[in-house]
């Protein structure tokens, strides 16, 4: 790296750690009103300026780790960059965590005033409701940050070889994240509709919530058989597939061609027309 290209980086490191700093402090303001707020719906309006805190300080954060694995940055700065970081995951965490008990919190004032009435079985179907709810938002707040590493990186004139790397590894997790959450979608479904074995979900859980911490890291194994022991086949056909080409058809089953279609319901008619006339003749006998 020239001295040139190096003074130049070295500025544009300085500027994004002052907008971590701002950043850092505004987030720190509004959770600061937030822990203070007196009602929930104060809350929830303090939580909607919290989320977009921190989803420009994640954004950040993708510029930083870039940097953090790159040869040509001094360590000096490194370290700066991942105390920043470190900073900036702690506030992402406080958010979690502040969210979570904002969206549970009318839930269990509902629940309690109820509570002697509910059987256990009830309970625990609850809690796996509410367990599914948070994890799919969990997923989608995910996927969402994907998409704006991916336009942060497709708005760069050129590329290097570590940013082409990582355009890629989130496209594959951007899929990985959409398979999910339509599979725990149908579950959710499926838990309403007293469709499941709540065992099988215990178990599919804690592989569930590696997977949500866990999918950054290069060793983090993707099961793509997790949900096999569901049969979700029902709430398939139900469900809508805004993401999919071919919308409400079954994964495991290709669409009728266009020749298919008139032949089977030509065949159906043919099947209807016989029966009809086996009743007939039964009911002429009689």
């Not at 950040?60 to 780790?65: D, G, N, P, S, T």
């Not at 904002?102 to 309690?112: I, R």
């Not at 339509?182 to 919530?209: C, F, G, H, P």
Request: charged content about 40%; glycine content about 4%.
């Amino acid at each position: 790296m020239t001295a040139a290209a190096a003074r130049k980086l070295q500025k544009e490191i300085d500027n994004v750690l002052k907008k971590v700093d701002d950043g850092i402090g505004e987030f720190a303001e509004y959770w600061e009103q937030a822990s203070a707020a007196a009602s929930n719906q104060q809350k929830e309006r303090l939580g909607e300026e919290l989320k977009r805190s921190i989803n420009k300080l994640q954004r950040l954060r993708a510029q930083i780790r870039d940097w953090i694995a790159q040869s040509g940055v001094q360590s000096t700065s490194k370290d700066k960059l991942e105390d920043a970081r470190r900073r900036i995951e702690n506030d992402m965490q406080r958010f979690k965590e502040f969210e979570r008990e904002l969206k549970t919190k009318a839930f269990s004032t509902c629940a309690l005033a109820r509570a002697d009435e509910l059987e256990l079985e009830e309970a625990e179907k609850i809690r796996y409701q509410e367990w599914l709810t948070q994890t799919i938002q969990d997923l989608n707040h995910q996927l969402d940050q994907f998409e704006a590493d991916l336009e942060l990186l497709g708005n760069k004139k050129s590329l290097s070889g570590d940013e082409k790397s990582r355009i890629a590894q989130l496209k594959i997790l951007q899929e990985r994240h959409r398979w999910h959450i339509m599979k725990l979608e149908l579950i959710l479904r499926a838990v309403d509709n007293d469709a499941i074995d709540m065992t099988d979900l215990a178990i599919v859980r804690e592989s569930v919530e590696l997977y949500v911490e866990g999918h950054q890291d290069p060793d983090c194994y993707h099961d793509e058989s997790l949900y096999d022991c569901f049969d979700l086949t029902e709430f398939e056909d139900k469900a809508p597939k805004p993401r999919s080409q071919n919308e409400g058809v079954k994964e495991s089953s290709p669409p009728p061609s266009s020749k298919e279609e008139p032949q089977r319901k030509t065949k159906e008619k043919e099947k209807r027309r016989k029966e009809e006339k086996k009743d007939k003749k039964k009911r002429g006998q009689g």
